[in-house]
């Protein structure tokens, strides 16, 4: 087990570029000392795992496994996100997504799985196969398989590797299961990489609706101080307009999808 702690201290302060001296001073230790942990000649504390993995901006749950292969309990629940303990999280989150429309967004586990999602998100879904609509549904793969928003994003190559970049980018930073086949099965999926053509301040969806284009921009959200794993794996994703024509076809939608059905 102390090897295996050892290995992990290593393998994240490598991925994160930092040298060991580096780490020393944002824990409020010796390089000597960091050597001694990540070579297994020094059984570190509890607090020490805990003060390394947070100086090395280690993710809840990875620092959970250093503490169990170092002897100690896990310091971070791992609430189920239906769970009355989330009762509040859930609660502001819907109303997070509910402050979004008339504007789609979701939120995603660490996988990309959709959580929970706004009114306006079943405009981006309205003609998705419903295999792509089957528990759990995975955003990233929405996005591109083919049965999904791809035939009707006009710029698919760009935003295609646009959306593949930030997988690859998430996996390198916060590893996760099945991120890498998540990644091949979509990379199979799209064109060959483009060359940049876009200058703008951000890589825009382009997306053709039944209601005309729709041109959307991503921004993401995260909780930046959560104590528990489910927690601190969600983030939120929101389509935003990326002009005023978009915006006004987003509103009448909106509009639309607020009258009662006759029946």
Same mark, same amino acid.
């Given at each position: 087990?102390?090897?295996?702690?050892?290995?992990?201290?290593?393998?994240?302060?490598?991925?994160?570029?930092?040298?060991?001296?580096?780490?020393?001073?944002?824990?409020?230790?010796?390089?000597?000392?960091?050597?001694?942990?990540?070579?297994?000649?020094? /059984?570190?504390?509890?607090?020490?795992?805990?003060?390394?993995?947070?100086?090395?901006?280690?993710?809840?749950?990875?620092?959970?496994?250093?503490?169990?292969?170092?002897?100690?309990? $896990?310091?971070?629940?791992?609430?189920?996100?239906?769970? $009355?303990?989330?009762?509040?999280?859930?609660?502001?989150?819907?109303?997070?997504?509910?402050?979004?429309?008339?504007?789609?967004?979701?939120?995603?586990?660490?996988?990309?799985?959709?959580?929970?999602?706004?009114? /306006?998100?079943?405009?981006?879904?309205?003609?998705?196969?419903?295999?792509?609509?089957?528990?759990?549904?995975?955003?990233?793969?929405?996005?591109?398989?083919?049965?999904?928003?791809?035939?009707?994003?006009?710029?698919?190559?760009?935003?295609?590797?646009?959306?593949?970049?930030?997988? /690859?980018?998430?996996?390198?930073?916060?590893?996760?299961?099945?991120?890498?086949?998540?990644?091949?099965?979509?990379?199979?999926?799209?064109?060959?990489?483009?060359?940049?053509?876009?200058?703008?301040?951000?890589?825009?969806?382009?997306?053709?609706?039944?209601?005309?284009?729709?041109?959307?921009?991503?921004?993401?959200?995260?909780?930046?101080?959560?104590?528990?794993?489910?927690?601190?794996?969600?983030?939120?994703?929101?389509?935003?307009?990326?002009?005023?024509?978009?915006?006004?076809?987003?509103?009448?939608?909106?509009?639309?999808?607020?009258?009662?059905?006759?029946?």
């Amino acid at each position: 087990m102390a090897s295996e702690l050892s290995a992990g201290l290593r393998t994240w302060r490598t991925r994160r570029r930092v040298s060991q001296l580096e780490l020393a001073i944002r824990a409020g230790t010796t390089q000597r000392h960091v050597s001694f942990i990540e070579s297994g000649r020094s /059984a570190p504390g509890r607090d020490m795992i805990i003060r390394l993995a947070e100086s090395l901006q280690v993710p809840l749950r990875e620092r959970n496994q250093l503490l169990v292969a170092g002897g100690y309990a $896990p310091a971070y629940d791992e609430t189920p996100y239906g769970a $009355p303990g989330l009762g509040a999280i859930r609660t502001a989150l819907e109303a997070i997504l509910e402050g979004h429309r008339p504007y789609p967004a979701v939120v995603v586990d660490r996988n990309g799985n959709l959580v929970l999602a706004n009114r /306006a998100f079943d405009i981006l879904t309205a003609d998705v196969e419903d295999r792509l609509l089957t528990a759990p549904i995975n955003i990233p793969r929405l996005l591109l398989d083919p049965g999904g928003l791809a035939p009707r994003i006009v710029n698919f190559a760009q935003w295609s590797w646009h959306v593949i970049d930030a997988l /690859a980018r998430e996996a390198a930073q916060n590893p996760s299961p099945g991120a890498d086949a998540l990644i091949h099965e979509l990379t199979a999926l799209v064109p060959p990489r483009p060359a940049p053509d876009h200058l703008g301040l951000a890589v825009p969806l382009h997306l053709r609706s039944p209601h005309g284009d729709l041109h959307l921009i991503t921004t993401l959200t995260r909780f930046g101080t959560a104590i528990d794993v489910t927690v601190s794996e969600l983030r939120m994703e929101a389509f935003l307009p990326a002009d005023e024509p978009t915006a006004r076809a987003l509103r009448g939608l909106d509009r639309t999808m607020l009258q009662p059905v006759e029946v």
